[in-house]
């Protein structure tokens, strides 16, 4: 079986050949190819001579390429990530492809990252850290809040939404949380309400649910309007959930009172590659970084050895599962018919 990975950075080629390796005694016989560019319609004919493709999350698999990637043999495309909001399942299952991802993996990596970015906004160590530098050691602008005690608006209670609510609620806070599918796992944690009567009750929301047609652009002009005046934003999940102009806007009316994302909507173009030499012509993002009380990430809250070397294991299971098969236990294809969809998840890189 011959394999193409898309998107590669180092680190994929280490994990994902680490594991590759251990396997190697396995009668799959998995040969990989790796490709350091995107999957787009420029770049899928190349995939030609392998059977299965490998991709993130910014890689494009609309129908066209789906078109393309049927016409030259591939009959697997496996996600290395939860999230398939960039994959066109209805016409892979049309063409006999199956898509499989990696449903969890270290969900305590991104609950954690959460965690720090709400402390580094809070207690604004992030402007310290660059004062310090310049010799300035005078504390005026940095006051933050006590976390005890303050509200949390958890919108996702998939597992990374209940990690954070974990450690949240160790800290003392008051956990209220919003899904359209609730989970037992919160019991003890906290209490489901509605958005619209949960968002006035929170100091800091954090965004933990997956992109879709119905929650892209949750967080809105109207939804920030019903929020609490100062509060936190926190997003770690999909770009998509945060209308940036809204969010630039209730920033300069003080309605936000701060904003870490490790996502963003137009994130494709820029993220996971050096820009430093270049002219960036996204001004929406420009805007955000000019904020003090702004953090941008560039989508790494998943980024530890646990969860890569967990996201490398299971896309190599998937794909060995579907040569012994045809199908995996992943398989979104599978899942998917005319009436349903397969369940998204809770947070998906």
Do not use: W
């Not at 680490?18 to 009668?27: D, Y």
């Not at 509060?231 to 806007?249: C, E, H, Q, S, Y």
């Not at 996971?272 to 702004?294: C, K």
């Amino acid at each position: 079986m011959r394999l193409a990975v898309f998107s590669t950075k180092p680190y994929d080629k280490k994990y994902i050949a680490l594991q590759n390796n251990a396997r190697a005694g396995s009668s799959s016989g998995i040969d990989i190819a790796y490709h350091d560019f995107p999957l787009s319609t420029d770049t899928a004919a190349l995939a030609e001579g392998a059977d299965a493709v490998c991709v993130f999350v910014n890689d494009g698999l609309g129908s066209e390429v789906i078109k393309v990637l049927a016409r030259i043999g591939i009959s697997a495309i496996l996600l290395r990530c939860a999230g398939f909001n960039n994959v066109d399942l209805e016409a892979a299952k049309e063409s006999g492809i199956m898509v499989a991802n990696v449903p969890s993996y270290s969900p305590e990596s991104v609950a954690e990252f959460t965690v720090a970015l709400i402390q580094t906004l809070n207690r604004n160590t992030h402007r310290a850290y660059n004062r310090l530098r310049e010799g300035n050691f005078a504390l005026d602008g940095l006051l933050g809040f006590t976390l005890h005690g303050k509200t949390v608006g958890i919108v996702g209670t998939g597992k990374i939404g209940i990690a954070t609510a974990k450690i949240l609620n160790g800290f003392r806070c008051r956990i209220l949380a919003y899904d359209k599918y609730e989970s037992p796992a919160l019991a003890g944690l906290g209490e489901y309400m509605a958005l619209d009567e949960m968002l006035p009750e929170c100091d800091i929301i954090s965004l933990h649910c997956p992109l879709t047609e119905e929650t892209r652009h949750l967080i809105d002009e109207s939804t920030i309007a019903r929020m609490k005046r100062g509060v936190m934003i926190v997003n770690t999940a999909r770009g998509g959930l945060l209308d940036t102009a809204a969010a630039i806007k209730a920033l300069k009316a003080k309605q936000i009172g701060s904003l870490a994302l490790d996502v963003y909507e137009d994130e494709s173009a820029l993220f996971y590659n050096d820009h430093s030499g270049d002219v960036i012509h996204d001004d929406l993002l420009m805007r955000l970084m000019t904020f003090p009380n702004v953090i941008v990430c560039g989508h790494q809250a998943f980024f530890t050895d646990e969860a890569l070397s967990e996201i490398a294991s299971v896309t190599l299971q998937n794909l060995e599962e579907f040569i012994a098969t045809g199908t995996c236990k992943n398989s979104l294809t599978e899942a998917l018919s005319s009436t349903s969809r397969p369940a998204a998840p809770a947070r998906g890189i």
